[in-house]
């Protein structure tokens, strides 16, 4: 089991940064891929970031150069650096954990065994 908690939401706007976190208890940290999804109002959820268990970060064609995804295994906590912020990120963002059989379906919420109950973030224009 794994319990998962994100924080650092809020409203910003245009342009603006906010930095999200999430903490982990439960189970062994490393052993999962940590990814970041978002939904909106009358949206799916939709894949953000995540980092797999070799290190390697990946994200979403929407949000690269602009987010960046970080994790302390010691702390058992992911960060997502959001900047440059645009209307169209504002959702609810939730952190997940999964251990898929394939690393390579990190970007499907289907694969995700874990997730919190999310940050909002809004941002006006």
């Known amino acids: 089991q794994v319990q998962l908690v994100e924080s650092g939401g809020g409203l910003v706007q245009a342009g603006g940064s906010l930095r999200l976190s999430c903490a982990a208890s439960?189970?062994?940290?490393?052993?999962?891929?940590m990814g970041w999804f978002r939904q909106a109002p009358g949206k799916e959820r939709e894949f953000v970031a995540a980092?797999?268990?070799?290190?390697?970060?990946q994200f979403a064609d929407s949000v690269k150069g602009r987010l960046t995804i970080s994790g302390d295994n010691a702390k058992n906590m992911v960060y997502l650096q959001m900047n440059n912020l645009k209307p169209e990120d504002t959702a609810v963002y939730h952190c997940?954990?999964?251990?898929?059989?394939?690393?390579?379906?990190?970007?499907?919420?289907?694969?995700?065994?874990?997730w919190g109950q999310g940050t909002q973030v809004t941002v006006s224009s």
């Open positions: 980092i797999l268990r070799n290190g390697d970060s």
């Open positions: 997940g954990a999964a251990r898929p059989l394939y690393s390579a379906t990190y970007m499907y919420p289907g694969v995700y065994d874990y």
């Open positions: 439960g189970d062994t940290f490393s052993s999962y891929i």
